[in-house]
Nanobody, 123 residues
Framework: VQLQASGGGLVQAGGSLRLSCAASGLTFSSIGMGWFRQALGKEREFVAAITWNGGSTVYGDSVTGRFGISRDNAKNTVYLQMHSLKPEDTAVYYC?????????????????WGQGTQVTVSS
């Protein structure tokens, strides 16, 4: 199983970025996917998750209303669209594949993790 995250970079506060995560080696269309992030010196934090068919999404409190998770099962890819970025959004962002079909907040429910992509928001 491989999860390849991309799209990170340096952006000014108030800007936008879209992260992508391309999956291979698993039945992508049958599993829930999530995004987490870890800032330097902090614990990993839940960001967003989406069900197997994209029908339901959940978000962490700090990103609700600013971030959107989506997926394209034909491309085996999950996306994280980030708007109104803040310096406190600076972190390494990880995509993860769930153990089942649902949108899970709980980290132990995720079986597979990507390598992470750095997002840096300057003030």
């Amino acid at each position: 199983v491989q999860l390849q995250a991309s799209g990170g970079g340096l952006v000014q506060a108030g800007g936008s970025l879209r992260l992508s995560c391309a999956a291979s080696g698993l039945t992508f269309s049958s599993i829930g996917m999530g995004w987490f992030r870890q800032a330097l010196g902090k614990e990993r934090e839940f960001v967003a998750a989406i069900t197997w068919n994209g029908g339901s999404t959940v978000y962490g409190d700090s990103v609700t209303g600013r971030f959107g998770i989506s997926r394209d099962n034909a491309k085996n890819t999950v996306y994280l669209q980030m708007h109104s970025l803040k310096p406190e959004d600076t972190a390494v962002y990880y995509c993860a594949a769930n153990a089942d079909r649902w949108a899970e907040r709980w980290e132990p429910r995720y079986n597979y993790w990507g390598q992470g992509t750095q997002v840096t928001v300057s003030s």
